[in-house]
């Protein structure tokens, strides 16, 4: 069975992935992000029917993993092995080979890809794939933005972060009514944190595999250890989880913050189940030119704030993948491209 959770980060993906992980049906590995960081640079690879040009995907997506922050404790990604697992020569292909690979290595009948920014890639899984399940988590987008704020991805600004979040919102909202309950189950990061019991239960009843107590424990394990510890962001892992973790706009976010981001994403706070605390109900306000000059500006002096605050060792960490990606980018394109590359 392959999985996939979807929807925006800061959502609890790493909470959600380390209890699935518990499951020992299931690998739940920290992604590599493998279709966000190499479907842009698909085109680089050019007719991946040429032999020469398929090893170099194959080879560029294992270092991309072999690279990623929390490592795949005890998975080895042989080349050949992986090339000749790929039933098509895609980058699709690819990515599934090596979740394959690193399933086998933890004795799973299963895996889940926890990249949620796949949600940009939905028809190509679903063309790929046979039968894949999807896990939409959801959160409260103005508790996301705030999340964002103190975090070293992402934008910063409650109208960029907004923007991006109604989308993929949408995105997987739209894809839910395409899809349909039988392969598409819907979980909010307020139920995983108030009811994790019943909401573990509900989820296991729609992959077809027992509930496990250590589900709930999730934190005690060496992964969450491991995750803990490669970065800032996911220091919470190693923790029990915080059941009051929500609604903290109220708090943290300014009225002109709330307002600006109901006034974006109001229509689909409302879709998910979230009320407006300024901006009525079917009520958008357009923002002038200047005014998104002016939340431009704010975005990259926020980003630049947080990255002055960040620790050199999780910069470093990053820069890993990042260094790669720039070595691809700056290879160029190879043999005249194939359609076949974008699948």
Sequence with gaps: MNIFMIGTQRSGSNLLRLMLNELPRIAAPHPPHILQRMMPLAQNYGDLDRRENFAQLVDDVCRLVELNPVPWEGVTLKRLDIQLRCRRHTLMAVCEAVYDVMAEAWEARSWCCKSLANIQY???????????????????????????????????????????????????LEMRERIGPSRFISISYESLTSAPELTMRLLCKFLGVRFSPSMLEFYKSDEA???????????????????????????????????IFESVAGDVL??????????????????????????????????????????????????????????????????????????
């Excluded at 933005?145 to 993929?168: L, T």
């Excluded at 002055?308 to 999780?314: I, L, M, Q, V, Y």
């Excluded at 700056?330 to 005249?336: L, N, V």
């Design 122 to 172: 939905l028809p190509q899984i679903e063309e790929h794939f046979r039968s894949p399940r999807y896990i939409y988590l959801y959160r409260d987008g103005r508790d996301v933005a705030c999340s964002f704020r103190k975090a070293v991805v992402g934008e910063k600004h409650f109208y960029h972060i907004a923007r991006e979040w109604a989308a993929a919102q949408q995105l997987a």
């Design 225 to 259: 250890k491991r995750a803990a510890e490669s970065s800032q962001l996911w220091g919470n892992v190693a923790k029990p989880i915080m059941a009051n973790n929500t609604r903290k706009f109220l708090s943290e976010a300014s009225e002109s913050d709330i307002r």
């Design 270 to 343: 409302h879709a998910l189940g979230y009320q407006t605390l300024y901006v009525p109900r079917g009520a958008k306000r357009d923002f002038s030119q200047q005014e998104i000059l002016l939340f431009n500006a704010e975005n990259l002096w926020l980003k630049e704030e947080v990255l002055r605050r960040t620790s050199a060792e999780d910069l470093k960490r990053r820069d890993c993948q990042s260094g790669l990606i720039q070595e691809i980018r700056d290879r160029g394109q190879m043999s005249p491209p194939s359609m076949r590359a974008i699948a």
